[in-house]
C-alpha cells in the first residue's frame, strides 16, 4: 500500500479528502493511537493504491518550462507540452501520486481526468487545444487530448507526479 508522510496543516480528514478516501478507510489500515492527533513526518497508509517505489513511472512537471516528461526506470520516455495555471490559481508544487481517472469528464476536461493526491487537482485533457503551452488553467495540468490519453494508457494509479516551479 503508499504510504503518505504527513505535512505541517494536514489532518486526517484532509488526507482522506486528498486520497479520496474516508477517515474509516485509513483508520482501518492505521494503528492509531489518536486519529485526532498526527505529527509531521508520521506515515500514513492509503489503502487501494500500490507503493509509489513499485511502479516504474515517474511524471515530472516543469511549470516554468510548461512541459510533462514522463520517465520509465529514470529514463525519460516522452515529453509532452501542457498549460498550467494562471495568476491566483497557481499549479501547486509539490511531490503527489494520481489517485483514480476518469474518462470523458466532460465540459473543459477533454477527454481523461488524472486526479492528482491534492483536492480539485489533476491532470487532464481540454476543449481547447490552443491553451496548450500557455499559464491558463485553474492550477491544474492540462494536455491535449490524445497526449493525456497516451499517458493514461502507460501509467497506473499511484504512479508519483513530481511539480516543480
Aim: with cysteine.
Amino acid at each position: 500500500m503508499a504510504i503518505h508522510i504527513v505535512r505541517s496543516g494536514e489532518t486526517l480528514t484532509s488526507i482522506a479528502m486528498d486520497y479520496r478516501r474516508t477517515v474509516p478507510q485509513l483508520l482501518a489500515v492505521n494503528t492509531l493511537a489518536n486519529p485526532n492527533l498526527i505529527f509531521v513526518g508520521q506515515q500514513i497508509v492509503i489503502p487501494g493504491l500500490p507503493p509509489k517505489e513499485s511502479i516504474p513511472f515517474t511524471i515530472e512537471v516543469s511549470v516554468s518550462s510548461r512541459t510533462l516528461t514522463l520517465k520509465e526506470k529514470g529514463v525519460v520516455r516522452k515529453i509532452y507540452p501542457i498549460a498550467v495555471g494562471r495568476m491566483l490559481f497557481v499549479t501547486p508544487v509539490g511531490d503527489f501520486v494520481i489517485v483514480n481517472r476518469q474518462p470523458n469528464p466532460g465540459g473543459p476536461y477533454g477527454t481523461m481526468w488524472l486526479t492528482l493526491s491534492k483536492k480539485s487537482y489533476g491532470i487532464h485533457g481540454t476543449n481547447d487545444p490552443a491553451s496548450i503551452g500557455n499559464a491558463v488553467s485553474k492550477g491544474c495540468i492540462r494536455m491535449q487530448n490524445a497526449a493525456v490519453n497516451e499517458l493514461s494508457s502507460i501509467v497506473p494509479n499511484g504512479t508519483a507526479v513530481f511539480i516543480r516551479p
